[in-house]
């Protein structure tokens, strides 16, 4: 019954490559995001949606586009991957903004070699 | 634009000890105020948050944090930590109106035994 779920847990790979990370929740929120944490810990917001559509962009690179096919699925394909783009990257959602609590996902730990 | 001070990077106590993290924002306008804990290899969950009234807030787990509007300050205190207590925690702040989470640096609470 997990409520925010993302896939891959960890993902290795090289330079210049193309991947992308999967969310998903079951908890029919109207509001998902994504964060980067880096290897300080510190969490920055990325992006945010609200029924599909983007509301929030943190002048992230180009290389970074979010996708949401519906209201459940928020995914994060990274292109020509960086060594500066390895962390963990959270997906999570909340009812709406604002005030409302926001449901974390396991984290992907991102790793460029 | 708001932004976030947890003036510890690092807090270790013995356990059964009580334990303050402090958290201090700055903003220009009224603001949510929240508590997240990171376990080990997890994503972050809520711990409290403060909307509006009692500036005395009651989380879970027994920690609570008050409001305190002149000094802008957010700071959470257990009175008694237990092991299971070791964990990142992050104070985050939300500009009324806004969608839009920013989160201090994090403290990493240790508890010895």
């Known amino acids: 019954d997990t409520a925010v779920s993302q896939t891959p847990k960890y993902l290795v790979t090289q330079m210049g490559n193309d991947k992308s990370i999967k969310c998903e929740q079951n908890?029919?929120?109207?509001?998902m995001y994504w964060y980067k944490q880096d290897s300080k810990k510190f969490l920055k917001i990325m992006f945010s949606y609200n029924n599909k559509e983007l509301i929030i962009n943190e002048t992230v690179p180009n290389r970074f586009s979010p996708k949401s096919p519906d209201k459940a699925h928020l995914n994060l394909h990274i292109n020509s991957l960086e060594l500066g783009d390895s962390a963990v990257y959270f997906c999570?959602?909340?009812?709406?903004?604002?005030?409302?609590?926001?449901?974390f996902g396991p984290g992907t730990r991102l790793t460029v070699l | 634009a708001q932004s976030v001070t947890q003036l510890d990077s690092q807090v270790p106590v013995f356990e059964e000890a009580p334990v303050e993290l402090r958290c201090n924002y700055s903003?220009?306008?009224?603001?949510?105020l929240f508590w997240y804990v990171q376990y080990p290899n997890q994503g972050l969950q809520l711990l409290l948050k403060y909307l509006s009234g009692s500036t005395l807030v009651k989380g879970i787990n027994g920690f609570e944090a008050e409001f305190n509007k002149s000094q802008t300050s957010f700071h959470l205190r257990k009175p008694s930590v237990h092991i299971s207590d070791t964990a990142e925690y992050f104070c985050?702040?939300?500009?009324?109106?806004?969608?839009?989470?920013?989160f201090g640096q994090g403290t990493r609470l240790t508890i010895n035994p």
């Open positions: 999570a959602s909340s009812p709406g903004g604002g005030f409302d609590t926001q449901y």
């Open positions: 908890l029919g929120h109207d509001t």
């Open positions: 903003s220009s306008v009224s603001v949510y």
């Open positions: 985050a702040v939300n500009q009324q109106g806004a969608q839009k989470l920013v």
